[in-house]
Structure formats: C-alpha cells, structure tokens
C-alpha cells in the first residue's frame, strides 16, 4: 500500500527556515515525480514545487522561488523541501504528493506556522 509520511513541520518566526522530509513506501519511488502543494485556512491547495522522477528538472511557484528547494533522494525514497526566509503567509499545511501516468498519492500534511 502506497504511503507518504511528512515531517519536519512546526512553528518559526518571520526570516527563519525549517526543511520538510516526506517519506515514501509501498510503490517504486524512483520512477515518480514529486510535488510539494499547500493549503492556507480558507484558500484553495496550491503546488509549490516539483521535481521529476530524476530530480535533474525542478520548478517553483512565484511567491517561494529563490527561497524554496526541493530535492529528491531516490536511494532513501525520501523528498525535501528546504524552506529559507519564511514569511507569515507561507503559514499553511504542507503536503507530499507523488505522481505517475495518472497515479497519484498524497500524504496527511504537516502543519506550518510562520509568526513572531
């Protein structure tokens, strides 16, 4: 059974920085591109970052690009999301999301709060 497991979540104020793991199981992880996606209270999920089965390709939302990387460890099926200069609207949950011709996973999110 296909599982994501996020961690790393938690609360830091304005200009600090905290690194999201999610850990894969129960499918063949190197073959999947990655995604990170969040949801903010009363807004709808948005994709933040990608990253292709190789992880030799990434892209970015607008408001994280230059602060945000996302990275991809097929030998510890395990994604990152390394998160710099956080600012009070990157408050949000944060949710792992594997996908491939047409399949899809998603983890149960971690929550992140950026506040002084």
């Known amino acids: 059974q296909a599982q994501l497991v996020e961690s790393g979540g938690g609360l830091v104020q304005p200009g600090g920085s905290l690194t999201l793991s999610c850990a894969a199981s129960?499918?063949?992880?190197?073959?999947?591109?990655m995604s990170w996606y969040r949801q903010a209270p009363g807004k709808e999920r948005e994709l933040v970052a990608h990253?292709?089965?190789?992880?030799?390709?990434?892209n970015y939302a607008d408001s994280v690009e230059g602060r945000f990387t996302i990275s991809k460890n097929n030998a510890k099926n395990t994604v990152y999301l390394q998160m710099n200069s956080l600012k009070p609207d990157d408050t949000a949950v944060y949710y792992c999301?594997?996908?491939?011709?047409?399949?899809?996973?998603w983890g149960q999110g971690t929550q992140v709060t950026v506040s002084s």
């Open positions: 999301n594997a996908f491939l011709k047409g399949n899809a996973y």
């Open positions: 129960g499918f063949t992880f190197r073959r999947f591109a």
């Open positions: 990253i292709t089965s190789t992880g030799d390709s990434t």
